[in-house]
């Protein structure tokens, strides 16, 4: 069964910046892209980020472009959302979710506001 | 931009059939864009239900199926069960730098 945490959600002050990380286990991580969906309070699913197998290909949303940048570490089974300059419109549960968007995890929360 | 587009709400009696559809402005929707459709019931994280247009999981029910239907992607519900109420979503692959995108929703009341 696949298992994925997230962590590093916190409460953070507009123009900051927050490490989000989510750890994998249940699948040979290396095997599979990696993405990020978030979902902001009261509205719909957002792609956020995808980062191939071996990290040599990432995407981003326009959203987050130049803000936002996704990372993996595959000794650990750890992909990692770096996020900066951080505005209350990324105010949001943030998601990990492995593969072919086939195993979510429970999310972390990101709020933006001072 | 490329928007994707679902029903904001339908409403379906208990063991009734529902199909909920997923166009794209970009044009039709075909098997490369790789449909995928995720069921999120109140507080809790999304689940997917269907990948790559039709495909199931091992946890989805049978009475959900995928489809492309006129273009569109869809998601059909056969036999609704109170249980089934929750939003539902698609999302689409396409080519490009920003390689996916999400629909709106579509809230599923069974009643």
């Known amino acids: 069964e696949v298992q994925i945490w997230e962590s590093g959600g916190d409460l953070i002050q507009p123009r900051g910046s927050l490490r989000l990380s989510c750890e994998v286990s249940?699948?040979?991580?290396?095997?599979?892209?990696m993405n990020w969906v978030r979902q902001g309070p009261r509205r719909g699913l957002e792609w956020v980020s995808s980062v191939t197998s071996w990290g040599d290909s990432k995407y981003y949303a326009d959203s987050v472009a130049g803000r936002f940048t996704v990372s993996r570490d595959n000794s650990r089974n750890t992909v990692y959302l770096d996020m900066s300059m951080l505005t209350a419109e990324d105010t949001a549960m943030y998601y990990c979710?492995?593969?072919?968007?086939?195993?979510w995890g429970q999310g972390t929360l990101v709020t933006v506001s001072s | 931009q490329a928007v994707v587009t679902q029903e904001p709400s339908l409403t379906v009696s208990p063991g009734g059939t529902v199909t909920l559809t997923c166009d794209f402005t970009?044009?039709?929707?075909?098997?490369?864009?790789?449909a995928y459709w995720f069921q999120q019931r109140p507080g809790q994280a999304p689940r997917t239900l269907i990948y790559?247009?039709?495909n199931k999981n091992s946890w989805t029910p049978a009475r959900f199926s995928g489809s492309l239907l006129g273009g569109k992607a869809a998601l059909t519900l056969s036999g609704a069960l109170p249980e089934d109420e929750a939003d539902y979503y698609c999302?689409?692959?396409?080519?490009?730098?920003?390689?996916?995108?999400f629909g709106g929703g579509t809230r599923l009341t069974v009643l």
């Open positions: 249940g699948l040979t991580f290396s095997n599979y892209a």
């Open positions: 979710v492995a593969g072919s968007f086939t195993s």
């Open positions: 790559d247009t039709k």
């Open positions: 970009a044009g039709a929707v075909t098997s490369d864009h790789s």
């Open positions: 999302l689409l692959s396409y080519s490009g730098v920003r390689p996916w995108v």
